[in-house]
């Protein structure tokens, strides 16, 4: 049996499980917010042009609003000032976003302290468990954040010092950047940095580290509990937007079951 047919057999059967990693896309889909004196982006929102009606009487359709970076979404190199050279998100390579997958779940650590970082001995650790982090594959950061994902304010979780989600150390954003053999980074939190990045020297290291070295980000990621450790292909489909710096995706996981 060919590959393909062994494949789409097993999705059948559910031997093989497809896991929805994406957040339901709405108008309350949480948002990342800078302070002053930054841009913001938009929520996303439905324009609706007909619905069945004297605009047209047997179709229903709407334009969307969206910002690149809305909901669950994917970081092209170019997001970044340290990538500018790099892939817009038009010019992913298409294997890249079919690749192996590995969860690490610091959702305890997380629950406790809100600020929470990944540090390099952590993975290290986890490797000694777990074995490497994937060739060509993708570090998926499991923070149980996505518990938070229908509110707003309990998803940015800012206070007057501004965000506090978990993220990743100076150190661990180097690591992954420079000497991890993965591709990409995702995370359940608003974006693949913590919300007190701002104030790291450097600031926002993940972003700046991986997006420098042709690296990519995936944020707003659900679901991540219901994935082994090791062992789960991520599918992973941004928009094809010319010149973008990124765009919402759909993100599945392949997961294979009994
Ligand atoms: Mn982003």
Known sequence: MSVLSALTDAIAS???????LTAPLSSSTPVIKLPEPFGNTVSFSLHEISRYDDRGPAWYWNDITTGEHTGTHFDAPVHWVTGRDGQDVSQVPLPRLIAPAVVLDFSEQAAANPDFLLEVD??????????????????????GWDERSDSQERFLNANETGPHTPGVSIECARWLAEEAPVIGFGVETVGTDAGTAHSFDPPFPCHSALLGAGKYGLTQLQNLALLPARGAVLIVAPLPIT???GSPCRALALVERG
């Open 243 to 245: 010149g973008g710096s």
């Open 14 to 20: 559910a031997t093989v499980e497809v896991v929805d």
């Open 122 to 143: 952590h993975v290290k650790q986890w490797e000694g468990e777990h074995g490497p982090v994937p060739e060509g594959g993708w570090l998926l950061y499991r923070t």
